[in-house]
C-alpha cells in the first residue's frame, strides 16, 4: 500500500477502503450464520440472558437462550446453558433433553454432557441411570464417583462401593477422601 503525507496544501486524491471488524460471534460461526442478523443485538441478548442467569432470573435466562437459539441454531454450546438454567429450575428432564440436544447437534460436548446428566441423575435419585453413564465411561469428577460409592455403600454393597471410591481415587489420588 503506498503511504501518502497530508499537507496543509493542496493534496492528491486519496481513495480509503475500510474493512468492518467482524463480531466475535460472525468470527465464531461464519458470517453465512449472520444472513440478514444483526451479531452486535445477538450479542446483546446472550449478555441479557448470561446476566439473568448470574443473578438467578432463571425464566428470563431460559427466554433468552432461547431467543438466540431460534436465531442462531449452529449455536449448540447455548443448549448447554439451557440445561444448566433448566436444571436450576429443577426442570430435569427437560435439562437432561437440552444437553442430549446439545451433544447431539456437536459430538465434542458429550464429554461435558454425559457428566453433567449423570449428576442430574444423582440429583433425581436416579442413582442407577448415573452409574450406567458414568461406567460407560462418561467420566465424571472426583465427587460423582465418591456419591456413588456412598450410594453403594449405604445399599450395604461393599465391593461395589470400593470400585467407585477407587474411580474417584485415580481421578485425584491425593484427593484425602
Given at each position: 500500500?503506498?503511504?501518502?503525507?497530508?499537507?496543509?496544501?493542496?493534496?492528491?486524491?486519496?481513495?480509503?477502503?475500510?474493512?468492518?471488524?467482524?463480531?466475535?460471534?460472525e468470527i465464531a460461526f461464519g458470517s453465512e450464520a449472520f444472513e440478514g442478523l444483526d451479531p452486535a443485538a445477538i450479542g446483546d441478548e446472550l449478555a441479557v440472558a448470561d446476566a439473568a442467569y448470574d443473578n438467578k432470573q432463571w425464566d428470563?435466562?431460559?427466554?433468552?437462550?432461547?431467543?438466540v437459539l431460534a436465531k442462531l441454531p449452529v449455536?449448540?454450546?447455548l443448549e448447554l446453558k439451557r440445561g444448566n438454567t433448566l436444571q436450576e429450575m429443577e426442570r430435569y428432564e427437560d435439562a437432561i433433553a437440552a444437553f442430549e440436544a446439545g451433544a447431539t447437534a456437536n459430538p465434542q460436548l458429550r464429554s461435558q454432557v454425559d457428566p453433567a446428566i449423570a449428576r442430574l441423575r444423582m440429583q433425581m435419585g436416579d442413582f442407577e441411570g448415573a452409574e450406567a453413564l458414568l461406567s460407560s465411561g462418561a467420566g465424571g469428577s472426583r465427587e460423582d464417583l465418591y456419591n456413588l460409592g456412598e450410594v453403594e455403600f449405604a445399599k450395604g454393597d461393599v465391593d461395589a462401593a470400593a470400585g467407585w471410591y477407587e474411580k474417584a481415587a485415580a481421578v485425584d489420588p491425593s484427593w484425602a477422601k
Open positions: 500500500l503506498p503511504i501518502f503525507s497530508i499537507r496543509q496544501v493542496r493534496n492528491p486524491a486519496v481513495e480509503i477502503f475500510l474493512t468492518r471488524l467482524k463480531h466475535p460471534l428470563t435466562a431460559l427466554s433468552g437462550y432461547d431467543a449455536y449448540t454450546d
